[in-house]
């Protein structure tokens, strides 16, 4: 099975910071690779697809890069309203899934 | 949209069918995933329907635990136990890719609580 690890697993940054959470995989995953966020009492919302590909209606501060094992989801400009926890997603053997354990973000 | 059934809470050893109905999109065309949240803790996928021929795969740590199935007459997908534990305590989102290799759209929960 393949297994996602996220760092860090929680961090506080503030107001108009840049932070990146990185995302690693135990095994070649090329570029099946997502992001979501999740706030408290909701469903995750997807936010990047395939490593870099924004869903449509998501703000352009969140980008994504990578490939094969090692990616990294970036917020530019944190805001009050980006406070969350973050997972990675990966779906090398469609249609099975792995989350990452999540990334919590909270401001300073 | 996936809609899902309401909050349950029910005594341990209890059985119990959850449901996720979608609309909006061709559901029995499109694998319609399960995932578990336990309270404060992360994701967990649990396993996947094709709705158009009942086509079942489970995640490793799910399989023996639950039961997934879907009716493609009624778009709804179904999560289901036999005999419920504490351990089972969680929110079970049902999840679904229309247009991307991941989840654009998501039920929005079912909270499950299993106390004696």
């Known amino acids: 099975d393949i297994r996602l690890s996220q760092s860090p697993s929680s961090l506080s940054a503030s107001v108009g910071d840049r932070v990146t959470i990185t995302c690693q995989a135990s095994?070649?995953?090329?570029?099946?690779l997502n992001w979501y966020q999740q706030k408290p009492g909701k469903a995750p919302k997807l936010l990047i697809y395939?490593?870099?590909y924004l869903e449509t209606g998501v703000s352009s501060k969140f980008s994504g890069s990578g490939s094969g094992t090692d990616f990294s989801l970036t917020i530019s400009n944190l805001q009050p309203e980006d406070v969350a926890t973050y997972y990675c997603?990966?779906?090398?053997?469609?249609?099975?899934?792995?989350f990452g354990p999540g990334t919590k973000v909270d401001l300073k | 949209q996936l809609v899902q059934s309401g909050a349950e809470v029910k005594k341990p050893g209890e059985s119990l069918k959850i449901s996720c109905q979608g609309s909006?999109?061709?559901?029995?065309?499109?694998?319609l995933s399960w995932v578990r949240q336990k309270p404060g803790k992360g994701l967990e996928w649990v396993g996947v329907?094709?709705?158009?021929?009942?086509?079942?795969i489970y995640s490793p740590s799910f399989q023996g635990q639950v039961t997934i199935s879907a009716d493609k007459s009624f778009s709804t997908a179904y999560l289901q136990w036999t005999s419920l534990k504490t351990s089972d305590i969680a929110t079970y989102y049902c999840?679904?890719?229309?247009?991307?290799?991941?989840?654009?759209?998501w039920g929005q929960g079912t909270p499950l609580i299993v106390s004696s």
């Open positions: 999840a679904t890719s229309v247009s991307r290799g991941a989840f654009d759209l």
């Open positions: 909006g999109y061709i559901f029995r065309s499109y694998w």
């Open positions: 329907v094709y709705p158009d021929d009942s086509n079942i």
């Open positions: 095994q070649d995953i090329s570029n099946y």
């Open positions: 395939d490593v870099s």
């Open positions: 997603q990966q779906y090398d053997n469609v249609p099975t899934f792995t």
